[in-house]
């Protein structure tokens, strides 16, 4: 997985060493209240462990999650996600639509300095500079700072859909420029 910069921030991938900040990340009900259907916490380290041995493994050329470290402080922020959204459907777990989705989650140290927009915005550019014609945004209809993020990176507002995580979600898409 490629390790992508800004100005002020570092997207590498997430290590081990992690753990701690990702479990301290989503065990938090103000990051977790809009993730997932129904939203939970996590309540155990094993947890962060799990997840980040999953992205890890994330085997495509484009997809990846990845750590967002504040640059000079090294101090990390958040999460950056690019990767294959889920359909709904009947089925557990939730089968592949073919779409990628784009996605964030940011401790709320961090909240209200743009690290989200900063982050996001080189993660599509790398997405559209890879080759995808395409990337998905998908909100709760209640979460207005990531809806306010993903205008800001330029995805247009497609309205609600039921199309994704068996939830009605806003959703946001962005293509490619054309060359």
């Given at each position: 997985m490629q390790t992508l910069e800004t100005n002020r921030l570092i997207l590498r991938p997430w290590e081990l060493e992690d753990t701690d900040f990702a479990f301290d990340l989503y065990s938090r009900w103000d990051v977790q209240r809009f993730i997932g259907n129904p939203p939970r916490v996590m309540t155990e380290r094993a947890e962060a462990e799990g997840r980040i041995r999953d992205w890890r493994q994330m085997n495509h050329p484009v997809h990846g999650v990845w750590a967002v470290q504040l640059k000079g402080s090294g101090k990390l922020a958040?999460?950056?996600?690019?990767?294959s959204i889920p359909a709904s459907g009947p089925s557990l777990p939730l089968q592949p639509s073919g779409d990628t989705e784009i996605g964030w989650h940011f401790h709320p140290d961090h909240w209200g300095h743009g690290f989200a927009t900063e982050a996001a915005a080189a993660a599509l550019d790398f997405a559209f500079a890879s080759g995808l014609g395409r990337v998905v945004a998908v909100t709760a209809p209640a979460n207005a700072a990531s809806q306010k993020v993903c205008l800001r990176i330029g995805m247009r507002h497609?309205?609600?859909?039921?199309r994704y995580y068996n939830s009605l979600c806003e959703l946001f898409e962005a293509t490619a420029p054309r060359p």
């Open positions: 958040g999460n950056l996600l690019l990767k497609l309205g609600q859909t039921p």
